[in-house]
């Protein structure tokens, strides 16, 4: 098998981390990587904030926060037990060293908003793709929108930003299961 499509495949969300710090180097490398991402009209919209030590904690103890309103989606979703894991990685991030935040540009009209917020996509999946090959893990977390009106203030950015995603990331302390493909949509469409 292709190693690209191996690393693909084998990339997992990773939800329990060794307390290891992460040196600064490797993350600057996955982070880089991330902003080789396509964007839309080549504007490159993203912007990333690193948290480690004492400001990985205080932004780690906001994102915590949001748990409270995933869990009527989690109760749909999920049994008991998966419910219990989700509320414990949102209560440390799963003792994740460091935890990375993806903001875009706020952008004034709604069909850009939506292309930056994809370009942002683009570029945590090329982060997420190079953390594996350095032997990270992470998880590429949508919960902590809920939120974002007091990130987006303890950084001070109300006003010209807006929350993509938060990554916890570190050395991982677990090896999840490969989950299965749900279902397979593709139309082809040919006449």
């Not at 683009?122 to 009106?149: D, F, K, R, S």
Request: charged share 25%.
């Amino acid at each position: 098998m292709n190693d690209f499509y191996k690393v693909i495949m084998e990339r997992r969300s990773i939800r329990k981390f060794k307390p290891d710090p992460i040196p600064k180097e490797v993350l600057e490398r996955i982070i880089k990587l991330g902003m080789w991402a396509p964007s839309a009209m080549n504007t490159q919209p993203w912007e990333f904030y690193v948290f480690s030590n004492a400001a990985r904690e205080r932004i780690g103890e906001i994102l915590g926060k949001s748990y409270k309103n995933i869990t009527p989606r989690l109760k749909e979703l999920f049994l008991e037990k998966m419910q219990n894991i989700v509320r414990y990685f949102f209560s440390d991030m799963g003792g994740a060293p460091t935890i990375i935040l993806v903001l875009s540009k706020k952008l004034p009209v709604e069909q850009y908003q939506q292309g930056a917020i994809q370009s942002c996509a683009a570029a945590i999946q090329n982060l997420l793709l190079a953390a594996h090959i350095e032997g990270l893990g992470a998880c590429w977390m949508t919960g902590p929108l809920w939120v974002e009106e007091e990130v987006l203030a303890y950084l001070g950015r109300q006003d010209d930003a807006r929350m993509v995603a938060a990554i916890p990331i570190g050395y991982p302390d677990q090896t999840p299961p490969t989950p299965l493909r749900k279902h397979e949509t593709i139309h082809w469409l040919e006449d």
